[in-house]
């Protein structure tokens, strides 16, 4: 193996780095959707609407991503 | 959208729902092109470099199991089975899960052993190798044609896309990332697709027991559908009495022993992530984290399945499953139709791709396995005894786009099955049963033999798929090869798995006593007897020992067990 592969390769983010970003994208669109539902509930009406389960169930979903994320962020795996 | 469009969709996605659902895919091939660097040998390609901790190599080994047919399926058995379906969960998952990591770990751990082809070469000769591999890649085949077109299924009762667009869609995407990185790319996109599996049913549940009352109303409601449907063993002493139609004895034996021994022990698509810890403790801690996620899972998709059950049987709800164009229920419709009924626009979003992803993760699984056991053990071992490195790697990705291209003709022939569980559990009775009893024989006995070996695993295979067939083609009934009457498919399976066991090793030994058997020297390290067992170099408190996490998992067993007995 070269040097350059050697640069190229070294650092692989670890895959909780990856696991955040993707957990994190979702949960921001999900919570954000909820807050959209809640001020304008849509015309097709599901069970359980009123708990706003989208609201609060996005914001674990995006904390939990955030938290992976800041966690990893900075590291790498050989 | 008028290419795809098949039918009037159940679940019209909104723009957001589509966005949740196209980010996901351009992440996954987008991880694909980042790691391909990250697998240029064949080490890497096919075991991810060895590097992985004992929690990424749990993960990953779970959500190997995690497909949709594990989640969506078994939800549906829940609805169909009532609490029985978390036998399937239980002893047919957790003791053999712990027996892999407490003691079959070391001997396939220590001897760098890049498949369970490759144990069966080294125990016994070329021949039981290349049996085992062939039998092991036609599984992948047809696991991964059911697993498309479940995949397709979906999409096309739920989302109106045709059937045939969807089979191809996925096995191209899946075709990309993993011919790309193999079990590297396998795995960070099972990972991935892990917490999207819990982040989209987690609170499906939840909202279930909500909607009925409480869990305690969920359960009162159980015991009144039927007899047998809220008990795990108490119903098991007379077939009759229970939905499953199943003495505890074809429980135990065919599902716990048969079946689960054979899938969690000897299943290379599994044991692959555990060969991919960077440590043995890492490697034995792999299926032992895995046990506690199994029966985690286990109560997240049989409570989402009873709800479903409770709903159906409650004419107020509003909720039914859907019909079979045959007729009869579909009972693998609960779980996408629990998510229909609870998941406002956004969170249905997630739901969608969390199937989306179960069934490509478990595609991806499929295809690293298949290609890694084809590379090394039908094309090394028997086509190109001199191929290098880069050779290596190069088939590997071939294979995975040929094996993918053979798993859509797969899909076909399971379009026409009945329920995928039924179908699979079927798969799994005819294959993993006769592969079990030799590659278990071998490790406890040094007296058997090569020849014992490869006529019993064949003789085996051969006969439980016999009896498969004569039942599919009906020329006997479900119990003509069990000793109750009136015993359904799943009984059938259970117990066809059962019998190819003993024939398997009843042949391996009565041909071992009469073959030359290998010298003691040559059996070091791959018969118990004659392995002094290494254990971790690396001295660890012991709480992070593997007989602890164990030992904890067994009590968790045990408990639920009796919790709901």
Known sequence: MNGVENTERRGMRPIWFFVGCLLAVIGFIVAGTGIYNWVSPPQTRTRLLELHTDLWWGLVILFFGLVLFFANRNSSVE | ?565
């Open chain 2, 1 to 565: 959208m008028g290419c795809l469009a098949a039918a009037e969709p159940l679940i019209r996605l909104a723009p957001v729902d589509w966005s949740i659902l196209l980010v996901y895919l351009v992440f996954i091939v987008g991880l694909g092109f980042y790691l391909k660097k990250y697998a240029r040998t064949d080490d890497e390609f096919f075991l991810a470099g060895r590097k992985n901790s004992a929690w990424v190599a749990g993960v990953a080994f779970m959500s190997a199991n995690m497909g949709a047919m594990e989640v969506i399926g078994y939800a549906g058995s829940a609805v169909k089975y009532g609490i029985h379906c978390a036998h399937f969960y239980l002893i047919g998952a957790v003791p053999a899960m712990l027996f892999l990591g407490l003691f079959m770990m070391p001997f396939y751990y220590s001897g760098r052993i890049k498949s369970i082809p490759g144990y069966l070469k080294e125990r016994f000769d070329e021949k039981t190798r290349v049996l085992n591999a062939a039998i092991f890649s036609l599984m992948m085949i047809l696991v991964s044609g059911i697993s498309l077109h479940l995949l397709a299924m979906i999409m096309e009762v739920f989302l109106g896309w045709k059937w045939e667009v969807s089979v191809w869609v996925a096995a191209v995407l899946v075709a990309l990332y993993v011919s790309m990185a193999g079990l590297i790319s396998a795995i960070f996109t099972e990972v991935i697709q892990f917490f999207l599996i819990w982040a989209g049913i987690l609170i499906l549940p939840v909202l279930g027991f909500i909607d009925v009352g409480s869990p305690a109303d969920v359960w009162a409601r159980l015991q009144q559908v039927g007899p047998g449907y809220a008990s795990l063993w108490a119903s098991t002493a007379d077939p009759a009495a229970n939905p499953l139609h199943m003495t505890w004895m074809g429980i135990i034996f065919g599902l716990g022993l048969g079946v689960a021994f054979g899938y969690w022990t000897t299943d290379f698509l599994i044991i692959q992530r555990a060969f991919s810890a960077r440590d043995l403790r890492s490697a034995r801690l792999t299926p032992i984290i895995g046990s506690y996620f199994k029966m985690l899972l286990g109560i997240v998709v049989v409570s989402a399945g009873i709800v479903a059950l409770v709903l159906m049987k409650d004419h107020g709800s509003g909720f039914q499953l859907l019909e079979k164009a045959k007729g009869g229920v579909d009972y693998d419709s609960a779980l996408p139709l629990l998510m229909a009924r609870y998941f406002p626009r956004g969170l249905i979003g997630l739901g969608v791709t969390a199937v989306v992803a179960m069934l490509m993760a478990g595609q991806a699984g499929n295809m690293s396995a298949f290609s890694a056991v084809w590379t090394y053990d039908l094309y090394k071992s028997v086509i190109h005894k001199g191929a290098t490195n880069e050779q290596l790697v190069l088939m590997g990705r071939i294979s995975t786009v040929a094996g993918l291209g053979l798993a859509v003709a797969g899909a076909y022939v399971a379009r026409s099955m009945p329920t995928v569980i039924d179908y699979l559990q079927a798969i799994a009775s005819v294959i993993l049963a006769p592969g079990v009893a030799v590659i278990l024989l071998g490790m406890i006995w040094k007296r058997m033999t090569p020849h014992g070996a490869f006529w019993g695993m064949l003789i085996g295979f051969s006969s439980a798929f016999m009896m498969f067939l004569m039942q599919k083609l009906e020329w006997v009934g479900t119990s003509f090869f069990t000793p109750i009457h009136g015993a359904g498919f799943m009984a059938a399976n259970f117990w066809r798995a059962i019998w190819s066991w003993l024939i398997a090793a009843g042949l391996a030994v009565g041909i071992s006593l009469f073959t030359k058997p290998r010298k003691d020297e040559e059996l070091v390290g791959l018969v118990w007897s004659l392995t002094r067992i290494v254990h971790e170099k690396e001295k660890v408190a012991w709480y992070r020992t593997p007989g602890f996490w164990a030992a904890v998992s067994a009590a968790l067993f045990v408990f639920f067990n009796l919790y709901f007995w």
